[in-house]
């Protein structure tokens, strides 16, 4: 089922203060429970993400233009030890569904892919999944290489996951301290030049794979929530200097 929600999809995003994130947790505790990676106390987990993109930031402003079809590629992974996974990742919007492809790869095959390889078996994190992981890999590569896309911008934020007790068909989160940087072409340095991109509240967003359930209807209704537009990678790379200045060129705009 998580496999099932990570590759198709329907997500909806609103922006809340935190007293009513705070409120709109103690309401699903009935119903939900903490993912794996959250705590009781709703102390969540950090995500990180390399998105590439052309010198123009064609994907960027893709979302910018509110194209109905499009697509991202991410380089996304967790908090952990050096030997945790790295996942290449291909997010396509095809109306208002969300479709992810990923594969899971070790660090050195991240680094070999951002110089412009090819892909390896070898990269692979888990040789089990091979057959798949290389396919994700190759359409990768070869939309990157359609692009001529390379990394530009890293984002991270904290989350705050919930789920269905019984099975994972979908998922609220809370996402909060949300922060971008650019690529300095050396994937794995930690970065020093972030830019808060955390909009005026905490981001809440309402995750399912078919009809929205009864429970998330509910929740928008009886906190009456409005949805927005709320694209992580637009808000970020629009907070640093080098990227805002490339999407007002896109518009003919001067700097």
């Not at 590439?52 to 967790?78: E, M, P």
């Not at 992810?100 to 095959?109: C, F, H, I, N, S």
Request: glycine letters at 8%.
């Amino acid at each position: 089922m998580v496999d099932r929600l990570q590759s198709s999809r329907f997500e909806l995003k609103y922006v809340v203060s935190e007293e009513m994130a705070c409120a709109i947790r103690e309401s699903i505790r009935i119903k939900l429970v903490p993912d794996s990676f959250t705590m009781e106390d709703g102390t969540g987990y950090n995500v990180h993400s390399l998105y590439l993109d052309s010198q123009g930031l064609d994907l960027c402003n893709a979302t910018v233009q509110g194209q109905k079809n499009r697509f991202k590629l991410r380089i996304r992974w967790y908090d952990g030890d050096d030997c945790r996974p790295y996942f290449m990742e291909i997010k396509r919007r095809i109306n208002e569904q969300i479709l992810k492809r990923r594969a899971a790869v070790q660090l050195q095959g991240v680094r070999e892919l951002l110089g412009g390889h090819l892909p390896k078996k070898e990269y692979l994190h888990n040789p089990s999944s091979q057959q798949a992981g290389l396919g994700v890999l190759e359409e990768f590569c070869r939309l990157r290489n359609s692009l001529q896309a390379s990394g530009a911008v890293y984002v991270r934020y904290n989350r705050e996951a919930w789920v269905p007790d019984e099975m994972e068909t979908a998922r609220l989160t809370f996402d909060r301290a949300l922060h971008g940087s650019v690529f300095n072409g050396d994937f794995g340095v930690s970065q020093a030049d972030w830019s808060s991109a955390q909009p005026r509240g905490t981001i809440l967003e309402l995750k399912f794979t078919d009809r929205i359930p009864g429970w998330m209807r509910r929740l928008v209704q009886d906190f009456n929530l409005n949805r927005e537009s709320v694209p992580k990678y637009v808000s970020c790379a629009a907070g640093i200097n080098s990227c805002r200045n490339r999407l007002m060129l896109a518009y003919g705009e001067s700097s």
